[in-house]
């Protein structure tokens, strides 16, 4: 076939696809040429925003280094990253809400014990959290990994500081103990722009959008036998909680900050001093 016009190079395309490597490539490659192709037919761009578009995708990927990823952030700034993770986590309504894992998750983060402090802020606001984690039918999970991060008083997080990767804080992973519990301590986070300083921040201007996140903290917690949970908790009256620029926020991952006292806890743990606290209790669905 030859003579490509924009009556026939699209089917063209989609003729040269017949022998892909699988079912599966042939089906995404089939599909991204089609909703291309249709975008271009509906837009009509001119060689000059086209091209303004490659270098577009061009500076993102060169923004990419150990510590950002810029092309989560286009991901999550476009609602995609939240779109996948609906398509991939259709739970019972017991389980847990989940939401985006975001670009500043850090593997392998140093294990603490129980009650440990894990922000080195000495600005921020003392924050208690209390969790468990059990299944779906409420049993309780002893030995879950519970992994956790979030931003400083500043809205920064350890990694976007010089030298964060030596120097994590405000990020620790747990295990839950035999009644499938875990608590630490640290501070209350603040709300935050994401990383616009780059081609993802000027496409938010462009669009007149805000780069603000509501105040929140990360979770991921797995356990044998059932799905690898990734979520937040935001913090309630959060300025951000209805425009969040990643689309993340669900009304069931929301809480209030409550007024802990020094003393025992409800939860039986022994604090020195008065705190903030952040409570909840997740649910796993299974595998």
């Known amino acids: 076939m030859r003579n490509f016009d924009e009556n026939n190079i699209t089917r063209a395309v989609l003729e040269r696809l017949q022998n892909s490597v699988s079912p599966r490539t042939r089906q995404i490659s089939e599909a991204v040429v089609r909703h291309l192709h249709a975008l271009i037919q509906e837009i009509e761009p001119s060689q000059q925003e086209w091209l303004a578009a490659i270098e577009f995708l061009t500076a993102t990927g060169q923004m990419c280094s150990d510590t950002r990823q810029e092309f989560i952030l286009l991901s999550d700034t476009l609602g995609a990253s939240m779109l996948v993770d609906a398509i991939n986590h259709r739970h019972p309504g017991e389980a847990t809400q989940t939401t985006v894992l975001g670009p500043f998750y850090v593997e392998n983060a140093k294990q603490h014990a129980l009650g440990d402090m894990i922000s080195h802020d000495a600005d921020g606001a003392p924050l208690l959290v209390e969790g468990s984690v059990a299944a779906l039918d ?7 990994v519970v992994d956790v991060w979030h931003s400083d008083s500043d809205g920064y997080y350890d990694v976007q500081r010089q030298d964060g990767l030596q120097h994590l804080s405000d990020r620790a992973r747990f295990v839950t103990d035999s009644d499938g519990r875990f608590w630490f301590r640290s501070i209350v986070p603040a709300f935050y722009p994401i990383p616009n300083d780059g081609p993802v921040g000027k ?8 780069p603000y996140r509501p105040a929140h903290v990360h979770f991921m917690i797995s356990a044998p036998g059932c799905d690898t949970l990734v979520t937040h908790l935001f913090l309630a009256d959060d300025p951000y909680l209805d425009s969040d620029v990643v689309f993340g926020v669900k009304d069931a991952l929301i809480c209030k900050l409550e007024a802990q006292a020094a003393g025992i806890t409800a939860r039986g743990n022994a604090i020195a001093a008065a705190t903030a606290a952040l409570r909840y209790d997740f649910r ?3 595998a």
Request: charged share 10%.
């Open 138 to 144: 409420g049993t309780p999970i002893a030995g879950a």
């Open 284 to 286: 796993l669905a299974p």
């Open 203 to 210: 496409m938010l201007d462009a669009q007149g959008r805000h």
